[in-house]
Structures are given as structure tokens and as C-alpha cells.
């Protein structure tokens, strides 16, 4: 198969490699490589339409969080299985031929474990910085357990023409769950890869029965299990007519004011 390079960068020690959909070669039986769909870019410019199926990107990875086509809700890959939690709270097993614009994932595989309790979702942050202090890395963060006062939200399926996604972002439903078992399935990426992708922490959570789920505002762990798998190398398709633009270049303000809530993104 041709191999269709567009972009192959460096930012410090992360290798970000940027294909066509066409002839794409990601390896998924490679590790510590991460594999992205779309850019926040081309979100936040509300291309809201992806050409990139969730089979094909379960095909690169077990683990990862984004959204389907058209902002249909807030996507979960866990396991190998796509959940997709919906504006009204609903969560439904994605159908594999869906396309999305914006997804992460990797083949999860843990490079360090530990037990954590009676903290919140800041200090999960900070337990991460610690454990992975070089800035440059991409981690995968999973936290299984309990969790108490959890804050969730998720976005609205839009219509063509699209708007901005500052402008979706303003009415999207948020609620509260005050005890849940489940999992949190998230990244930390580096700052440098704004533009890209959302710089630092980014959860979405999916309880254990499968019942509640969404992106992640803000929470407090009781007891868990945190696993963490660090890539230094990711790979990103474009869809058509979408470029890499200049990674680490982005309007921070815009990516703070559509993360709002979260932990400011900074
Ligand atoms: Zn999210």
C-alpha cells in the first residue's frame, strides 16, 4: 500500500506524523503510539464531518474518547467497545460503520499502576504530573473505581450549516451524579500539540453498568485504580481538505472558553 506522507514533524521529543486517509499505515500492534482522527482545528472551524469510521479507528486502538459525526454526543472507547453518551443523558453502543471527526485512541497497555483514594479530579491531574513529569509526553489515563459528586456533560447532534463550536459549546446539558462505579478514559497531552488536539487533561466517564456516562467537568475519586500508558508518538488522519496546521499554534483563549469547566485546559 502507497504511503501518503503529508506531514511529518517533530516537536521536541513527540513525533507527530500527519496521513491522508487514504494509505494510511498505523501499526496498531505498535506501542506507546497514539492515533488521532481529525484536528481541534478543524473543530473549533465546526467540520463537524468526518470520513474516518469508529471500526476503522477501533482498529487502531482499545482506549480513547472524542465525539461521532455531526457532535452526536461524547464518545468512549473502552475495552474495544464504542459507547457514545448523548445530549439527553442516553448512552448507546456506537454502530461501527459511524464516521467521526475527532477521536483519540491507543492499544492500552499500562506502563505504571497504583491505588488512589479521597482525592479529586485536580489532584488527579497533579498524581499524573508526578508520576510523568517530562511535559512532552502523552499519557493515557485510566481510573476504575468509585467516584462520588460527579459533574458530566455532553454536546447536542447540529445540523448543517455548522456553526462554530464556541457556539455549540454555550448550550450543552450538564447534570450530576452523586455516586457511581465506572471508569475514566482520558489523555494528558503536551501543550505543543494545541491545535491538534486539547493541551492537558481530557476525561470522559462510563459507569460500570453502563448507564451514566459524559465528559468530565469535575469529580472525587473514593477509592481507585489508576493505570497510566505514555505515547511519545502520534499519529493523526486528516480528513479531506483538513490540514495539521502549525502544532502548539492555536487560539488558547477559544480552547479554554469551549473546556470551561473542565479544568481550564491550561
Ligand atoms: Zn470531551
Same mark, same amino acid.
Given at each position: 500500500?502507497?504511503?501518503?506522507?503529508?506531514?511529518?514533524?517533530?516537536?521536541?521529543?513527540?513525533?507527530?506524523?500527519?496521513?491522508?486517509?487514504?494509505?494510511?499505515?498505523?501499526?496498531?500492534?505498535?506501542?506507546?503510539?497514539?492515533?488521532?482522527?481529525?484536528?481541534?482545528? %478543524?473543530?473549533?472551524?465546526?467540520?463537524?464531518?468526518?470520513?474516518? $469510521? +469508529?471500526?476503522? @479507528?477501533?482498529? &487502531? *486502538?482499545? !482506549?480513547?474518547?472524542?465525539?461521532?459525526?455531526?457532535?452526536?454526543?461524547?464518545?468512549?472507547?473502552?475495552?474495544?467497545?464504542?459507547?457514545?453518551?448523548?445530549?439527553?443523558?442516553?448512552?448507546?453502543?456506537?454502530?461501527?460503520?459511524?464516521?467521526?471527526?475527532?477521536?483519540?485512541?491507543?492499544?492500552?497497555?499500562?506502563?505504571?499502576?497504583?491505588?488512589?483514594?479521597?482525592?479529586?479530579?485536580?489532584?488527579?491531574? %497533579?498524581?499524573?504530573?508526578?508520576?510523568?513529569?517530562?511535559?512532552? $509526553? +502523552?499519557?493515557? @489515563?485510566?481510573? &476504575? *473505581?468509585? !467516584?462520588?459528586?460527579?459533574?458530566?456533560?455532553?454536546?447536542?447532534?447540529?445540523?448543517?450549516?455548522?456553526?462554530?463550536?464556541?457556539?455549540?459549546?454555550?448550550?450543552?446539558?450538564?447534570?450530576?451524579?452523586?455516586?457511581?462505579?465506572?471508569?475514566?478514559?482520558?489523555?494528558?497531552?503536551?501543550?505543543?500539540?494545541?491545535?491538534?488536539?486539547?493541551?492537558?487533561?481530557?476525561?470522559?466517564?462510563?459507569?460500570?453498568?453502563?448507564?451514566?456516562?459524559?465528559?468530565?467537568?469535575?469529580?472525587?475519586?473514593?477509592?481507585?485504580?489508576?493505570?497510566?500508558?505514555?505515547?511519545?508518538?502520534?499519529?493523526?488522519?486528516?480528513?479531506?481538505?483538513?490540514?495539521?496546521?502549525?502544532?502548539?499554534?492555536?487560539?488558547?483563549?477559544?480552547?479554554?472558553?469551549?473546556?470551561?469547566?473542565t479544568h481550564g485546559a491550561t
Open positions: 500500500m502507497a504511503r501518503d506522507i503529508i506531514d511529518d514533524r517533530l516537536l521536541g521529543a513527540l513525533h507527530i506524523k500527519a496521513l491522508t486517509h487514504q494509505g494510511f499505515i498505523h501499526d496498531p500492534s505498535q506501542e506507546h503510539t497514539a492515533f488521532q482522527v481529525g484536528t481541534l482545528d %478543524a473543530l473549533m472551524e465546526g467540520r463537524f464531518d468526518g470520513d474516518t $469510521t +469508529i471500526g476503522e @479507528v477501533l482498529s &487502531h *486502538g482499545d !482506549f480513547g474518547i472524542g465525539t461521532v459525526q455531526h457532535l452526536g454526543g461524547e464518545l468512549i472507547i473502552l475495552d474495544g467497545d464504542a459507547f457514545v453518551v448523548k445530549s439527553d443523558q442516553q448512552i448507546i453502543n456506537v454502530e461501527h460503520t459511524l464516521q467521526t471527526p475527532f477521536a483519540v485512541v491507543c492499544r492500552f497497555g499500562a506502563d505504571a499502576e497504583h491505588e488512589i483514594a479521597d482525592i479529586d479530579d485536580t489532584e488527579i491531574y %497533579a498524581y499524573v504530573d508526578a508520576l510523568v513529569p517530562d511535559p512532552m $509526553t +502523552i499519557v493515557a @489515563v485510566k481510573v &476504575h *473505581g468509585s !467516584f462520588r459528586d460527579l459533574l458530566l456533560r455532553s454536546i447536542d447532534e447540529q445540523q448543517e450549516p455548522f456553526p462554530l463550536l464556541s457556539e455549540v459549546v454555550k448550550d450543552q446539558s450538564e447534570w450530576s451524579v452523586r455516586r457511581a462505579h465506572g471508569t475514566l478514559v482520558g489523555f494528558r497531552f503536551p501543550d505543543r500539540t494545541a491545535g491538534i488536539e486539547i493541551p492537558g487533561y481530557h476525561f470522559h466517564f462510563i459507569s460500570s453498568d453502563r448507564k451514566v456516562g459524559g465528559h468530565l467537568v469535575r469529580c472525587g475519586v473514593v477509592e481507585a485504580h489508576i493505570a497510566l500508558d505514555s505515547s511519545e508518538e502520534l499519529h493523526v488522519e486528516l480528513p479531506l481538505g483538513v490540514g495539521l496546521g502549525t502544532p502548539g499554534v492555536a487560539d488558547r483563549a477559544a480552547i479554554r472558553a469551549i473546556e470551561r469547566g
